[in-house]
């Protein structure tokens, strides 16, 4: 449920044009002319890490096979790179003849390993800027010359503490009862980019209710139903929690959303505050084994979101107008420290008040269009 929300609190900085020029003004005349951009970094320059070319090569990103002529940017890149550049060949030319007799010249032993080729034949970034899908072996990538992909932050790190809370060992969230009405206790996680999304209770709201929640696009898919068990250790002996926890309802049905409440008043719920029977996507939990990943999910950019429908990780919305109502019915509001209670009206056909007005809908449908 936190997923999509926290999208919008994620900036990719850019770059600071405006001192950077000020400052150019002042420099001496004799200075080297790329000194002349003052503080401006080129690309290359970032501190963003690298994540390699089929990062960015995927059919929805920069990898369709056809120009796209209603967008500002072709989206056909990796293949006009990888067909029609050299740069895609640059590291493969070090493996040839003409490299190796240059390298016996030079008393270089190989000059696909020499730093002497590499800096211009590849991306010859340190080895703690790349990411796990990057290959010395492709070449003059992308981010070669575009600067590395990775520098989304989250910035509102109250939302992203929200999204990781502390767990009973029964995998049912903990909450402080000295306080009333007993509050969650949340376990921060300071390094961590991810988002603890719990995006997966709405896909299962869909598998259980359909359309009720608003439209589904994947409601007559059936998603799979896992529930999973987390050990403290490598060897999985010591067992850490199951997740989701069995749901413990009002009615004693188990698909009911009334959550039973503890002796003090708090609800018996899972890392999503509602009951969830299973779950259909456990998300990065299953890389780093740890509870607090169960359902989170790095978040992609939002550029070029308008050409990327289906939405969410798994395509439980078919329209981005399907995104917004979501986020204003049912994401905004739970994230108190927004400030955005659904204190607006429900819209004609649906029952469920809306955090954002109508016009507020509207201009961030069209921002959305625009990216
Ligand atoms: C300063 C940047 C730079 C460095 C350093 C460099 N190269 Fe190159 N190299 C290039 C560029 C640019 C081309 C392409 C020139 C062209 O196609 O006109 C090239 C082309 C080549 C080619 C010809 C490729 C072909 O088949 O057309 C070979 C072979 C080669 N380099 C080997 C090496 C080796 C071996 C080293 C290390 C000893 C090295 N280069 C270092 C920039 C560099
Ligand atoms: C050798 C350097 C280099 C490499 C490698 C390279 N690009 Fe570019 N790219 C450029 C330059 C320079 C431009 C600007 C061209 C222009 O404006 O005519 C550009 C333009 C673009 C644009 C258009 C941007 C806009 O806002 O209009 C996109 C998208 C893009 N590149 C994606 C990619 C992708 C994806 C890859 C890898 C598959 C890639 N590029 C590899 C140098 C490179």
């Known amino acids: 449920m936190k997923f999509a929300m926290i999208l919008a609190f994620v ?10 020029f000020a400052a150019a003004a002042e420099k001496p005349a004799d200075k080297a002319p ?28 920069h990898g369709s096979v056809k120009s796209n002529g209603n967008y500002n940017v072709q989206l056909n890149e990796y293949i006009t790179w990888s067909h029609q550049d050299s740069h895609a060949k640059a590291y493969t030319v070090l493996l040839n003849e003409r490299s190796r007799n240059i390298a016996a010249k030079l008393g270089i032993p190989e000059a696909s390993k020499a730093k002497i080729c590499l800096d211009c034949h590849a991306d010859n970034v340190p080895e703690n800027m790349r990411g796990r899908e990057f290959n010395l072996s492709d070449g003059v990538g992308c981010e070669a010359c575009h600067g590395g992909a990775k520098n989304l ?12 809370l502390e767990l009973k060992p029964d995998g049912n969230v903990l909450f402080d009862s000295s306080v009333q009405p007993p509050k969650v206790v949340e376990t921060p996680q300071p390094n961590n980019e991810f988002l603890n999304v719990g995006f997966a209770n709405i896909s299962y709201l869909g598998q259980i209710y ?42 004693g049905n188990p698909f009911d959303l009334q959550a039973k409440l503890d002796e003090n008043g708090a609800p018996i719920v899972g890392p999503n505050l509602l009951p969830q029977a299973f779950s259909t996507d456990p998300g990065r939990a299953v890389i780093t084994g740890s509870p607090h990943d169960f359902e989170a999910f790095d978040v ?11 939405y969410f990780h798994d395509n439980s919305t078919e329209t981005l107008r399907d995104a917004v ?3 204003s019915r049912f994401i905004l509001p739970f994230f108190t420290m927004l400030n955005l209670p659904a ?10 008040p809306e955090a954002l007005t109508p016009e507020q809908k509207a201009d961030l449908l069209e921002f959305l269009q625009v990216l």
Do not use: W
């Open 34 to 61: 790329s000194t002349e951009l003052g503080n401006i970094k080129l690309p290359y320059e970032l501190p963003n890490r690298h994540m390699g070319v089929s990062t960015c090569s995927s059919t929805v990103c």
């Open 11 to 20: 900036l990719a900085p850019g770059l600071a044009m405006a001192p950077a």
């Open 210 to 251: 359909g359309n009720l929640f608003g439209p589904r696009f994947n409601a007559t898919v059936s998603l799979p139903q896992y529930r999973y068990r987390f050990y403290k250790d490598k060897k999985r002996k010591i067992k850490d929690v199951d997740l989701p926890p069995i749901p413990q309802t009002v009615s």
């Open 325 to 327: 109502d979501l986020y």
């Open 153 to 164: 932050q989250v910035v509102n790190r109250d939302v992203h503490d929200l999204a990781f």
């Open 343 to 352: 204190n607006n009206p429900p819209e004609p056909g649906s029952f469920f």
């Open 300 to 310: 992609p950019a939002l550029r070029g979101i308008a050409n990327t429908a289906p």
